[in-house]
């Protein structure tokens, strides 16, 4: 008997196919708040508008800052690396060339006041956006509108946060198109072309590759696989955001969990050979994947470096790892609000 299998027999095989699921993932599972931070005021949600004719509604001008606030052990909230978060936003703020007056600590103010008036004690996703409220054409540069949004959200276990994704067929975008390194809106159309189309086809998520054909990262968040025991992760130049999250767990991994870590170019290819993959930034954290195309990432769980690496991060951000104190804003000023 033979052992050589057909062309059309080959055409036959297929691979298993993941179970249909929610397209919401649960750290997409926030509850709306009731009052916004606006140009210095606490107004009810209704009230947080802009103007139609504003140049933020009509091409898309506007930075942001996604951050996360996490409520520790001891009863007392943070927000987790502020100083890094602000830091971005001012870089988008240059790049983008929006005329702001707002100082840092106006905009940690817009954060805290979010956060307390909607009297928040666990975790939440904060927003911090600047639009440019001005009409005219594109390059109008303000004046701006300061808006804090705080979303209080549950925290869920690693286990629950796994994603099927496909490779999309639309690529990110170059830098010298336009620079993904910072959190443009506009930016967030080449995620939304990726993400739909993963959607029709039955994934939960998609990951870019570049112009190049080199991994970059997903519609909202950067990525990571390990193999052979090493954490790998395309490099800042790859199209990617500067996430501050990324960098927190490739800083966790060489010093805290003793992980070798290389930033270098990654081929499509390496993506159905991982031991381990996932995806990060502030909000999705950790989010395992588990499988690429259909292929499965190691055995189709969450991996054990993930894991490690899961409960290094949550002992930062929930206040037990003491050497990282440094990264924690209070929220409250007692410890027990």
């Given at each position: ?123 939440a996703h904060v927003r911090l ?45 170059d830098n010298s198109i336009m ?159």
């Amino acid at each position: 008997m033979s052992n050589t299998i057909s062309a059309d027999e080959v055409g036959s095989i297929e691979r298993p196919v993941p179970k249909p699921r929610p397209h919401t993932r649960p750290t997409d599972s926030i509850a709306n708040p009731e009052w916004i931070y606006v140009d210095g005021s606490m107004v009810a949600r209704a009230a947080a508008t802009i103007h139609v004719s504003s140049v933020a509604a009509r091409y898309g001008t506007s930075v942001f800052e996604g951050m996360c606030v996490y409520g520790g052990e001891s009863g007392q909230s943070f927000v987790f690396r502020a100083k890094e978060h602000l830091t971005r936003l001012r870089q988008s703020l240059r790049i983008m060339e929006i005329d702001c007056d707002y100082s840092d600590a106006d905009f940690m103010d817009a954060i805290l006041r979010s956060v307390r008036e909607n009297q928040i004690r666990g975790d939440a996703h904060v927003r911090l956006s600047v639009f440019v409220i001005g009409e005219g054409l594109s390059e109008c540069r303000g004046p701006i509108s300061l808006v804090c949004v705080a979303h209080p959200r549950p925290a869920t276990p690693i286990d629950q946060r796994g994603s099927h994704i496909n490779v999309s067929t639309w690529r990110r975008v170059d830098n010298s198109i336009m620079p993904m390194r910072i959190k443009a809106g506009a930016n967030y159309q080449n995620s939304r072309f990726g993400t739909m189309e993963a959607r029709r086809n039955g994934y939960d998520e998609a990951i870019f590759l570049t112009t190049a054909g080199k991994v970059s990262e997903g519609g909202h968040s950067c990525f990571a696989m390990v193999r052979n025991g090493v954490l790998i992760t395309p490099p800042v130049t790859a199209s990617i955001l500067e996430s501050v999250t990324r960098s927190t767990l490739l800083e966790l991994a060489a010093d805290d969990v003793d992980l070798r870590v290389q930033e270098r170019e990654v081929d499509r290819s390496e993506l159905y050979i991982a031991d381990e993959a996932f995806f990060c930034g502030s909000r999705k954290e950790i989010c395992p994947v588990l499988s690429v195309d259909r292929f499965p990432v190691g055995d189709g769980r969450v991996g054990p470096i993930t894991r490690r690496l899961w409960d290094a991060y949550q002992a930062v951000i929930r206040g037990r790892n003491k050497t990282r104190a440094g990264w924690l804003t209070p929220v409250w000023q007692d410890s027990k609000p």
